[in-house]
C-alpha cells in the first residue's frame, strides 16, 4: 500500500509540474498575442502615417509648380495678387512681389518689401 501512495504522491508532483509549465505555456502565448495586436496597431498607425506623407509631398510639388506658374504670370506682365489677378500689369505691384515673396519664403521674416 505504501508503494501505492509513493506512487501517487509522485504522480501528483509530475502532474503539478505539468500545470506550471502549462500556465507558462499560456502566459507566453498571452503575452505573443499582446505584442501581436501591438505591432499590428502600430504597423497601421504607420501605414497612415506614411499614407498621410506621400500626399503632403505630391501637394508640395503641386504647390511649388503653382508658385512657378504664378511666377511667371508676374514676369509675363500680369497680376498675381488677389486684388487684380489676371489683369495687365504696368510697372511692379507691391502686392504681387509680397505674395510671391511670401510663398518662396514662408518662413522668412520680411523687413523690406521692394517693388
Not at 507566453?28 to 498607425?45: A, F, G, I
Amino acid at each position: 500500500m505504501e508503494e501505492i501512495i509513493g506512487l501517487l504522491a509522485h504522480f501528483q508532483e509530475q502532474l503539478q509540474v505539468l500545470n506550471d509549465d502549462f500556465q507558462k505555456v499560456k502566459n507566453t502565448v498571452y503575452d505573443m498575442y499582446k505584442e501581436n495586436e501591438s505591432l499590428r496597431e502600430e504597423n497601421e498607425n504607420l501605414k497612415r502615417l506614411l499614407f498621410e506623407k506621400e500626399e503632403a509631398q505630391e501637394e508640395g510639388v503641386d504647390k511649388e509648380e503653382g508658385q512657378h506658374n504664378l511666377s511667371r504670370l508676374y514676369q509675363e506682365g500680369f497680376h498675381v495678387c488677389h486684388l487684380n489677378f489676371g489683369e495687365q500689369r504696368e510697372g511692379s505691384c507691391l502686392f504681387c512681389a509680397g505674395m510671391l515673396d511670401d510663398e518662396e519664403n514662408p518662413n522668412q521674416i520680411k523687413e523690406n518689401t521692394s517693388g
